[in-house]
């Protein structure tokens, strides 16, 4: 049996985690998983941030823009994205971020805030518009009582496009069956309860990890279901924790499998 190793980039590798094992299945329909994927950047970025995050037991938020609505510009919330798109359907979301994934329970990050994207369409557009503008000027000069506001504003700063374009389009917004986490459903460990006790946050919050000007999302490694990697890269995958690796290739092949 190997120990874990020690690459050139510093990332320790455990060997036995590479073993392809069966791969997980879910109905098709309804996945119960939500996958983080990296790769969209290439599969050097991708297979070097899956092996940080697997490492380091966190994910970074960053700035995601609410698309085509007025003020998006303001509410500036940083958040973290998944997707529960089934396994074996994953072939072409992954054609547009990546062949490496970090897939949760999905019951373990809706127990910490995660919930779907609020999908909007187009004739719902004004509503959205009103309802934004609305959520600024809280922002700015506050009339609802805290407990309200914060309510309104963790929902609504899901919202997405239905789609930019034809709504039956294969890149329509909703068929990346969007999942999010953002600040405000993520508190500092000691502030948790103090959040809770002023109505800031629900009841269950996951926890919020700061260090400078990033902000992370500090996760349980019993939350992780497993690995996602293409078979030819799973040796430069850093997993001192021993998550179970998958092949992208066995997950996506399941579709063909069954055709």
């Not at 329909?29 to 290439?42: C, E, P, V």
């Not at 998006?72 to 072939?91: I, Q």
């Not at 609305?134 to 496009?161: C, G, K, N």
Request: proline letters at 5%.
């Amino acid at each position: 049996m190997l120990d874990a190793q020690k690459t050139t980039s510093g990332i320790h590798v455990n060997r036995n985690s590479v073993k392809e094992m069966n791969a997980p299945t879910d109905n098709g329909y309804i996945s119960d998983y939500l996958i983080h994927w990296t790769g969209k950047d290439g599969d050097e970025h991708g297979a070097r941030v899956l092996s940080i995050i697997a490492s380091d037991l966190r994910l970074l938020l960053s700035y995601n823009p609410l698309h085509h609505f007025d003020y998006s510009d303001k509410v500036r919330v940083e958040m973290v994205c998944f997707t529960d798109v089934p396994l074996c359907h994953s072939k072409e979301h992954c054609g547009r971020y990546g062949r490496f994934g970090i897939a949760f329970q999905k019951k373990k990050l809706m127990c910490v805030g995660a919930q779907p994207v609020f999908y909007a369409s187009q004739p719902c557009q004004n509503d959205m518009h009103t309802i934004l503008h609305f959520l600024f000027e809280q922002m700015q000069s506050l009339t609802l009582s805290p407990e309200v506001f914060h309510a309104l504003y963790r929902h609504f700063y899901f919202i997405q496009d239905f789609s930019v374009g034809p709504v039956d389009s294969p890149d329509a917004c909703y068929y990346e069956r969007e999942w999010r986490l953002g600040e405000f459903t993520l508190a500092p460990k000691e502030d948790h309860f103090c959040h809770m006790q002023e109505g800031y946050s629900p009841a269950h919050t996951g926890e919020l990890v700061k260090e400078g000007d990033k902000k992370y999302f500090h996760f349980e490694k019993e939350w992780v279901a497993f690995l996602v990697v293409p078979r030819s890269c799973q040796s430069r995958i850093g997993n001192p924790h021993g998550f179970q690796i998958e092949s992208y290739e066995s997950l996506v092949s399941m579709c063909e499998e069954e055709k």
